[in-house]
């Protein structure tokens, strides 16, 4: 009796619990996600993308606007304007925008100009090529009514000089998320890859960085790299990688994390599959590294997972609620 009792109760707690579930369901798919993009000052990018898709704009324009917003912040030291040079002093930009049919554009090593972005989308627009690199990008910017800006800021050029005093090159896991500041605030930054999802399905992705602080003059990593910086494929979903460009390169990661999504992973197994690959092929090559994969999947759907801890990303819906989540790891700690 009592058994049966307690059976009943039980049942009827699942029952609420699956009622709870499917409310939940219902009001995601009533508010479906709209703008994903890395780390905590992801939120303000994915803010100015949704307001550029509500303003009529496509999904391409809002990977842009939003891409945008850490390229003008001069106190962002791994995006655009502000972004720390290489260990020459030079501060060289890397982006990549992709659409649904196959277009993309992207620049590589690009110096004096603030928008890379946009610089990119141009490649894209109004050129037969995917990447232009370097002289020639910037050449094709200013050609294209770019305006020529100085790049290093005096923040970044003091931490140049003072790098220059051990230069002691060395990517340091999560430093995009660890400069004084609240979570969210305009003191915590990176490497943006954003991914936009409008109310008719259709995807664009984006992508834009300064790349690691003082690295070797012509370093190029991921970002600006179709399939490993960014990937995004019609009907499956679209990825963005942040942390060591070299180490998601070896394995064309975002290309990883789409192909794992077409043969039936969610977002989330996906990014799970390509960390887990980077971490078997690369050993103890690895240790102390940070790498992080995104995804948004053609439904919707979100994922996100990185080697160590540390790694946020910023989820906007289009009714412009917005969280700021920690992603999940393989690893417990730097160590
Ligand atoms: C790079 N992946 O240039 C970029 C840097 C980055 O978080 O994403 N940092 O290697």
Redesign the pocket.
Known sequence: MNEAISRRGALGLGAAATLAASAARASVAADPVAIVS??DFGKAANEAALARLKAGGTVLDAVEAGAKVPEADPTNH?VGYGGYPDRDGHVTL?AIIMDEDGRVGAVAALEDVVHAISVARLVMEKTPHTLLVGEGATRFALDQGMKRTKLLTPEAEQAWREWLKTAHYQPVAN??NQLPGPPGSSLNH??I?ILARGLDGHLAAACT?S??AF?MRGR????PQAGA?LFLEKGVGAAA??????E?TRIAGTARVVASMRAGLSPQAACEEAVKHIARLRGAAIKGL?V?FLALGHDGSVGAYALLPGFTYAVTRHSGAAEVLPSASLFAQPG
């Open positions: 890395t780390w791994s890397d430093i995009e990176d490497t890859g960085t790349g690691m690295k190029v990593g991921d970002s910086g990688s942040t942390g060591v460009g070299e998601v940070q992080g």
